[in-house]
């Protein structure tokens, strides 16, 4: 499996962004999709989780309202929406395949994709 991400860059706080995470090497039937940030010197946490089947989504509370995320079954990608950044979203963004909950257990990430806020 390898999970390509892209759209990262600098932006000015209520700025927006769109990444993309191209899927390839498998189906993704019954996976969860879903993106990830690691800002420095802090752990990597959750963003946001989409289902492949039926697109059921998932927010972490902090980015509630301004994210979104979607998938493109055709194009097998997966995209986020960033709106209204701030700069505490400033982080590298990282795109993840696995089946389950447990995000941390996933087997199947991207190299990431630097998000710089500006304030």
């Known amino acids: 499996v390898q999970l390509q991400a892209s759209g990262g860059g600098l932006v000015q706080a209520g700025g927006s962004l769109r990444l993309s995470c191209a899927a390839s090497g498998r189906t993704f039937t019954n996976y969860i999709m879903g993106w990830f940030r690691q800002a420095p010197g802090k752990e990597r946490e959750f963003v946001a989780t989409?289902?492949?089947?039926?697109?059921?989504?998932y927010y972490a509370d902090a980015v509630k309202g301004r994210f979104t995320i979607s998938r493109d079954k055709a194009k097998n990608t997966v995209y986020l929406e960033v709106n209204n950044l701030k700069p505490e979203d400033t982080a590298v963004y990282y795109c993840?395949?696995?089946?389950?909950?447990?995000?941390?257990?996933?087997?199947?990430w991207g190299l990431g994709t630097q998000v710089t806020v500006s304030s």
């Open positions: 989409i289902t492949w089947n039926l697109g059921t989504t």
């Open positions: 993840a395949a696995g089946v389950g909950s447990n995000w941390r257990a996933y087997r199947n």
